[in-house]
T-cell receptor, first 119, second 116 residues
Framework: AQTVTQSQPEMSVQEAETVTLSCTYDTSESDYYLFWYKQPPSRQMILVIRQEAYKQQNATENRFSVNFQKAAKSFSLKISDSQLGDAAMYFCAYRRLENYGGSQGNLIFGKGTKLSVKP | KAGVTQTPRYLIKTRGQQVTLSCSPISGHRSVSWYQQTPGQGLQFLFEYFSETQRNKGNFPGRFSGRQFSNSRSEMNVSTLELGDSALYLC???????????????FGEGSRLTVL
């Protein structure tokens, strides 16, 4: 069974600085998707960034980028120029590649990292 | 474009009761998934519906059930509530295309259930 581990329950960063959130996963499959989701307090979860395992290039979305190390099964998120609005729970998630039987498949989430941003 | 709407947002029940939660997906989205979020277990997949059929199911007891209607709205039901069922229940919808790439999941704000 696939598992996702986020080893940092809490992290803190100064506004305008850079922070990296760690995520490791375990799978025997060669093709899959990885995601980072953000859940602000009392707000809905939103997708930050996604990575297809078959793509060697690391995904980037504005101030957010990932360091995807497939062999090491590592998928870290780097937030540059941190802003107060970045404060939230961040979840790393895994999903199988196949889309069959009309199924979107299920996400397997890590336990999350609570990010605080200091002004 | 309206997002995923979940009702009710908050509810309190007592042990042994049952509860029904509702989810209206984004217009045009036909795939609806449900997740349970608790401080101890984190986010866990409950089930997924597409075209009124359950396509995928997580490891939850039979007390947890769901359904999807022809307009893609979905409901989940929990019978004989237990204290451990207290959680935030999240619904997510997706534009699922047959044979297409994985679509983004759009989450609702959740229904927070407290069981006393």
């Amino acid at each position: 069974a696939q598992t996702v581990t986020q080893s940092q329950p809490e992290m803190s960063v100064q506004e305008a600085e850079t922070v990296t959130l760690s995520c490791t996963y375990d799978t025997s499959e060669s093709d899959y998707y990885l995601f980072w989701y953000k859940q602000p307090p009392s707000r809905q979860m939103i997708l930050v960034i996604r990575q297809e395992a078959y793509k060697q290039q690391n995904a980037t979305e504005n101030r957010f980028s990932v360091n995807f190390q497939k062999a090491a099964k590592s998928f870290s998120l780097k937030i540059s120029d941190s802003q107060l609005g970045d404060a939230a729970m961040y979840f790393c998630a895994y999903r199988r590649l196949e889309n069959y039987g009309g199924s979107q498949g299920n996400l397997i989430f890590g336990k999350g990292t609570k990010l605080s941003v200091k002004p | 474009k309206a997002g995923v709407t979940q009702t009710p947002r908050y509810l309190i029940k007592t042990r042994g009761q049952q509860v029904t939660l509702s989810c209206s997906p984004i217009s045009g989205h036909r795939s609806v998934s449900w997740y349970q979020q608790t401080p101890g277990q984190g986010l866990q997949f409950l089930f997924e519906y597409f075209s009124e059929t359950q396509r995928n199911k997580g490891n939850f007891p039979g007390r947890f059930s769901g359904r999807q209607f022809s307009n893609s709205r979905s409901e989940m039901n929990v019978s004989t509530l237990e204290l451990g069922d207290s959680a935030l229940y999240l619904c997510a919808s997706s534009l699922l295309l047959a044979g297409g790439p994985v679509g983004e999941l759009f989450f609702g704000e959740g229904s927070r259930l407290t069981v006393l």
